[in-house]
Protein backbone atom coordinates (compact mmCIF):
# COMPACT_ATOMS: atom_id res chain seq x y z
CA UNK A 1 0.00 0.00 0.00
CA UNK A 2 2.43 2.58 1.01
CA UNK A 3 4.92 1.55 -2.13
CA UNK A 4 1.98 2.65 -4.28
CA UNK A 5 1.70 6.53 -2.86
CA UNK A 6 4.81 7.82 -5.02
CA UNK A 7 3.29 6.24 -7.94
CA UNK A 8 -0.11 7.48 -7.68
CA UNK A 9 1.52 10.82 -6.59
CA UNK A 10 3.58 10.62 -10.16
CA UNK A 11 0.35 9.62 -11.83
CA UNK A 12 -1.59 12.82 -10.25
CA UNK A 13 1.33 15.06 -11.13
CA UNK A 14 1.28 14.08 -14.56
CA UNK A 15 -2.09 14.67 -14.97
CA UNK A 16 -2.24 18.26 -13.21
CA UNK A 17 0.19 19.02 -15.77
CA UNK A 18 -1.74 17.51 -18.67
CA UNK A 19 -4.59 19.92 -17.77
CA UNK A 20 -2.30 22.58 -17.71
CA UNK A 21 -0.77 22.02 -20.93
CA UNK A 22 -4.35 21.71 -22.63
CA UNK A 23 -5.68 25.36 -21.16
CA UNK A 24 -2.34 27.29 -21.77
CA UNK A 25 -2.36 25.65 -25.61
CA UNK A 26 -5.86 26.53 -26.17
CA UNK A 27 -5.18 30.15 -24.74
CA UNK A 28 -2.15 30.51 -26.87
CA UNK A 29 -4.04 29.12 -29.87
CA UNK A 30 -6.83 30.59 -29.81
CA UNK A 31 -4.82 34.49 -29.60
CA UNK A 32 -2.78 33.28 -32.44
CA UNK A 33 -5.44 32.70 -34.50
CA UNK A 34 -7.64 35.70 -34.26
CA UNK A 35 -4.58 37.88 -34.18
CA UNK A 36 -3.32 36.25 -37.63
CA UNK A 37 -7.33 36.21 -39.25
CA UNK A 38 -7.20 39.95 -38.88
CA UNK A 39 -3.61 40.60 -40.43
CA UNK A 40 -4.84 38.20 -43.43
CA UNK A 41 -8.10 40.59 -43.77
CA UNK A 42 -6.17 44.03 -43.63
CA UNK A 43 -2.95 42.37 -45.51
CA UNK A 44 -5.17 41.19 -48.40
CA UNK A 45 -6.58 44.20 -48.75
CA UNK A 46 -3.84 45.75 -49.52
CA UNK A 47 -1.60 43.07 -51.85
CA UNK A 48 -3.25 44.59 -54.92
CA UNK A 49 -2.53 47.92 -56.56
CA UNK A 50 -5.57 49.82 -56.53
CA UNK A 51 -7.52 47.26 -54.78
CA UNK A 52 -8.58 49.84 -51.73
CA UNK A 53 -10.99 51.59 -54.77
CA UNK A 54 -12.60 48.78 -55.58
CA UNK A 55 -15.75 50.10 -54.11
CA UNK A 56 -14.84 53.99 -53.53
CA UNK A 57 -16.35 55.83 -50.99
CA UNK A 58 -16.13 60.07 -51.65
CA UNK A 59 -13.15 59.77 -48.77
CA UNK A 60 -11.53 56.97 -50.49
CA UNK A 61 -11.82 59.01 -54.16
CA UNK A 62 -9.42 61.58 -52.34
CA UNK A 63 -7.08 59.61 -50.01
CA UNK A 64 -3.30 60.74 -51.72
CA UNK A 65 -1.08 58.03 -52.71
CA UNK A 66 1.43 58.57 -49.68
CA UNK A 67 -1.65 57.83 -47.93
CA UNK A 68 -1.92 53.91 -48.86
CA UNK A 69 1.88 53.70 -48.70
CA UNK A 70 1.65 54.72 -45.22
CA UNK A 71 -1.07 52.54 -44.46
CA UNK A 72 0.79 49.39 -46.11
CA UNK A 73 3.80 50.41 -43.93
CA UNK A 74 2.03 50.32 -41.07
CA UNK A 75 0.20 46.95 -41.72
CA UNK A 76 3.73 45.76 -42.10
CA UNK A 77 5.25 47.40 -39.41
CA UNK A 78 1.90 45.35 -37.03
CA UNK A 79 3.16 42.31 -38.46
CA UNK A 80 6.57 42.21 -37.89
CA UNK A 81 5.35 42.82 -34.41
CA UNK A 82 2.80 39.85 -34.92
CA UNK A 83 5.64 37.78 -35.94
CA UNK A 84 7.69 38.39 -32.96
CA UNK A 85 4.77 37.50 -30.52
CA UNK A 86 4.04 34.12 -32.22
CA UNK A 87 8.06 33.21 -32.36
CA UNK A 88 7.60 33.81 -28.68
CA UNK A 89 4.36 31.51 -28.94
CA UNK A 90 6.26 29.09 -30.93
CA UNK A 91 9.64 28.45 -28.03
CA UNK A 92 6.53 28.02 -25.39
CA UNK A 93 4.82 25.23 -27.49
CA UNK A 94 8.11 23.87 -28.03
CA UNK A 95 8.80 23.35 -24.34
CA UNK A 96 5.50 22.31 -24.10
CA UNK A 97 5.99 19.12 -26.75
CA UNK A 98 9.14 18.61 -24.58
CA UNK A 99 7.69 18.23 -21.51
CA UNK A 100 4.34 16.24 -22.96
CA UNK A 101 7.30 13.81 -24.98
CA UNK A 102 8.64 13.19 -21.26
CA UNK A 103 5.45 13.10 -19.53
CA UNK A 104 3.96 10.16 -22.68
CA UNK A 105 7.72 8.00 -21.80
CA UNK A 106 6.73 8.28 -17.75
CA UNK A 107 3.52 6.92 -18.51
CA UNK A 108 4.98 4.13 -20.93
CA UNK A 109 6.95 2.94 -18.18
CA UNK A 110 3.72 2.92 -15.55
CA UNK A 111 1.31 1.31 -18.03
CA UNK A 112 4.27 -1.58 -18.69
CA UNK A 113 4.22 -2.21 -14.77
CA UNK A 114 0.55 -2.18 -14.96
CA UNK A 115 0.63 0.52 -12.39
CA UNK A 116 -1.61 2.69 -15.38
CA UNK A 117 -4.38 2.16 -17.56
CA UNK A 118 -3.79 2.24 -21.19
CA UNK A 119 -6.30 4.54 -21.98
CA UNK A 120 -4.21 7.02 -19.90
CA UNK A 121 -1.33 6.03 -22.65
CA UNK A 122 -3.64 6.97 -25.35
CA UNK A 123 -4.55 10.40 -23.50
CA UNK A 124 -1.03 11.22 -23.67
CA UNK A 125 -0.21 10.41 -27.03
CA UNK A 126 -3.03 12.42 -27.97
CA UNK A 127 -1.97 15.33 -25.91
CA UNK A 128 1.53 15.09 -27.75
CA UNK A 129 -0.04 14.98 -30.99
CA UNK A 130 -2.23 18.37 -30.52
CA UNK A 131 0.53 20.25 -29.30
CA UNK A 132 2.43 19.23 -32.19
CA UNK A 133 -0.41 20.11 -34.07
CA UNK A 134 -0.55 23.66 -32.65
CA UNK A 135 3.23 24.14 -33.06
CA UNK A 136 2.94 22.89 -36.41
CA UNK A 137 0.04 25.55 -37.02
CA UNK A 138 2.05 28.68 -35.55
CA UNK A 139 4.73 27.80 -37.72
CA UNK A 140 2.51 28.09 -40.70
CA UNK A 141 1.14 31.25 -39.60
CA UNK A 142 4.04 33.17 -39.35
CA UNK A 143 5.46 31.45 -42.86
CA UNK A 144 2.17 32.86 -44.42
CA UNK A 145 3.16 36.46 -43.19
CA UNK A 146 6.40 36.21 -44.57
CA UNK A 147 4.34 35.60 -47.75
CA UNK A 148 1.87 38.56 -47.68
CA UNK A 149 4.38 41.27 -46.35
CA UNK A 150 6.33 39.66 -49.61
CA UNK A 151 2.83 40.53 -51.75
CA UNK A 152 2.62 43.55 -50.32
CA UNK A 153 5.90 45.05 -51.13
CA UNK A 154 5.73 42.88 -54.41
CA UNK A 155 2.43 44.90 -55.08
CA UNK A 156 3.97 48.20 -54.17
CA UNK A 157 6.98 48.00 -57.00
CA UNK A 158 4.19 46.67 -59.26
CA UNK A 159 2.22 50.01 -58.69
CA UNK A 160 5.28 51.94 -59.23
CA UNK A 161 6.10 50.60 -62.53
CA UNK A 162 2.36 50.42 -63.23
CA UNK A 163 2.45 54.56 -62.74
CA UNK A 164 5.56 54.64 -64.82
CA UNK A 165 4.54 52.89 -67.73
CA UNK A 166 0.87 55.60 -67.99
CA UNK A 167 3.37 58.05 -67.57
CA UNK A 168 5.22 57.08 -70.47
CA UNK A 169 2.46 56.14 -72.12
CA UNK A 170 1.09 59.51 -71.76
CA UNK A 171 4.19 61.15 -73.07
CA UNK A 172 4.42 58.74 -76.39
CA UNK A 173 0.74 59.80 -76.79
CA UNK A 174 1.22 63.66 -76.62
CA UNK A 175 4.20 63.11 -78.73
CA UNK A 176 2.36 61.44 -81.71
CA UNK A 177 -0.53 63.80 -81.30
CA UNK A 178 1.89 66.62 -82.48
CA UNK A 179 1.98 67.25 -86.03
CA UNK A 180 5.69 66.56 -87.89
CA UNK A 181 5.87 69.85 -89.44
CA UNK A 182 4.45 73.21 -89.13
CA UNK A 183 3.52 75.90 -92.01
CA UNK A 184 3.45 79.25 -91.18
CA UNK A 185 2.89 81.59 -94.77
CA UNK A 186 3.90 85.01 -93.20
CA UNK A 187 2.55 88.45 -94.41
CA UNK A 188 5.87 90.63 -95.07
CA UNK A 189 7.20 88.79 -98.45
CA UNK A 190 11.11 87.06 -98.41
CA UNK A 191 14.23 87.19 -99.50
CA UNK A 192 17.43 85.91 -98.99
CA UNK A 193 18.88 89.65 -98.40
CA UNK A 194 16.73 89.81 -95.59
CA UNK A 195 17.97 86.79 -93.72
CA UNK A 196 21.04 89.25 -92.10
CA UNK A 197 17.82 90.80 -89.61
CA UNK A 198 16.91 87.10 -88.49
CA UNK A 199 20.67 86.51 -87.82
CA UNK A 200 21.24 89.51 -86.02
CA UNK A 201 18.57 88.33 -83.89
CA UNK A 202 19.41 85.05 -83.07
CA UNK A 203 23.51 86.15 -82.29
CA UNK A 204 21.90 89.34 -79.67
CA UNK A 205 20.07 86.56 -78.19
CA UNK A 206 22.18 83.57 -77.94
CA UNK A 207 25.50 85.20 -78.30
CA UNK A 208 26.35 83.01 -81.36
CA UNK A 209 25.79 82.25 -85.05
CA UNK A 210 22.46 80.81 -85.94
CA UNK A 211 23.13 77.57 -87.17
CA UNK A 212 22.44 77.55 -90.84
CA UNK A 213 22.81 74.30 -92.39
CA UNK A 214 21.92 74.89 -95.76
CA UNK A 215 21.91 78.28 -97.77
CA UNK A 216 20.25 78.25 -100.90
CA UNK A 217 20.15 74.94 -103.26
CA UNK A 218 22.29 71.90 -102.31
CA UNK A 219 23.21 69.09 -103.63
CA UNK A 220 20.72 67.25 -101.51
CA UNK A 221 17.99 69.82 -102.70
CA UNK A 222 19.08 68.65 -106.17
CA UNK A 223 18.50 64.74 -105.51
CA UNK A 224 15.39 65.48 -104.12
CA UNK A 225 14.18 68.03 -106.46
CA UNK A 226 13.44 71.08 -104.63
CA UNK A 227 13.98 74.35 -105.39
CA UNK A 228 15.76 75.86 -102.49
CA UNK A 229 16.98 78.88 -103.83
CA UNK A 230 15.37 81.31 -102.01
CA UNK A 231 15.23 79.67 -98.43
CA UNK A 232 17.48 79.32 -95.47
CA UNK A 233 17.71 75.52 -93.37
CA UNK A 234 18.50 76.14 -90.02
CA UNK A 235 19.89 73.12 -87.57
CA UNK A 236 17.48 73.80 -84.96
CA UNK A 237 14.59 70.93 -83.43
CA UNK A 238 11.35 73.76 -83.36
CA UNK A 239 10.48 71.98 -79.67
CA UNK A 240 14.22 73.22 -78.01
CA UNK A 241 14.32 76.57 -76.77
CA UNK A 242 16.33 78.48 -79.48
CA UNK A 243 13.84 76.85 -81.84
CA UNK A 244 10.81 77.91 -80.44
CA UNK A 245 12.78 81.81 -80.16
CA UNK A 246 13.17 81.85 -83.75
CA UNK A 247 9.82 80.66 -84.65
CA UNK A 248 8.73 83.29 -82.23
CA UNK A 249 10.90 86.07 -84.26
CA UNK A 250 9.74 85.13 -87.40
CA UNK A 251 5.86 84.99 -86.61
CA UNK A 252 6.26 88.27 -85.03
CA UNK A 253 8.05 89.65 -88.81
CA UNK A 254 5.91 87.98 -90.46
CA UNK A 255 8.48 85.83 -92.13
CA UNK A 256 7.20 82.45 -93.58
CA UNK A 257 9.05 79.45 -92.81
CA UNK A 258 8.38 75.47 -92.19
CA UNK A 259 9.07 73.67 -89.04
CA UNK A 260 10.17 69.87 -89.39
CA UNK A 261 10.41 67.81 -86.01
CA UNK A 262 11.40 64.67 -87.41
CA UNK A 263 12.19 63.20 -90.80
CA UNK A 264 9.61 63.23 -93.56
CA UNK A 265 10.62 60.69 -96.57
CA UNK A 266 11.42 62.64 -100.06
CA UNK A 267 11.08 66.34 -98.22
CA UNK A 268 12.82 66.42 -95.29
CA UNK A 269 16.52 64.70 -93.83
CA UNK A 270 15.55 65.41 -90.17
CA UNK A 271 14.32 68.27 -87.56
CA UNK A 272 14.81 71.38 -89.11
CA UNK A 273 13.31 75.30 -89.41
CA UNK A 274 12.82 76.21 -93.14
CA UNK A 275 13.39 79.83 -93.52
CA UNK A 276 11.19 81.09 -96.24
CA UNK A 277 8.35 79.98 -98.58
CA UNK A 278 8.29 76.02 -99.55
CA UNK A 279 10.36 75.08 -102.35
CA UNK A 280 8.43 73.82 -105.45
CA UNK A 281 9.47 71.03 -107.54
CA UNK A 282 12.77 71.65 -109.89
CA UNK A 283 11.79 70.76 -113.53
Given at each position: MNSELPVLGLHRKLSNSRNRSFATGVLQSGMINSRFHLFLIALGALLVPGAVFAQ????????????????????????EKYKASAREVVQIQEQEIASATERLEQLRQLVADGLVARNELTAGEEELAAAKAKLDNTRKQISESDTLIAQVREAEVAEKKLAQTIATQAAVSRKLLRPTAMRYNGMAGWALANFSSVQSFFTGTFGRQLPVSTMGQSATHNAMRWDHRNSVDVGLHPDSTEGRALIAFLQSKGIPFLAFRGAVPGVSTGPHIHIGYPSSRLS
Open positions: PSNKSRTAPVNQIAQTRSELIEAT
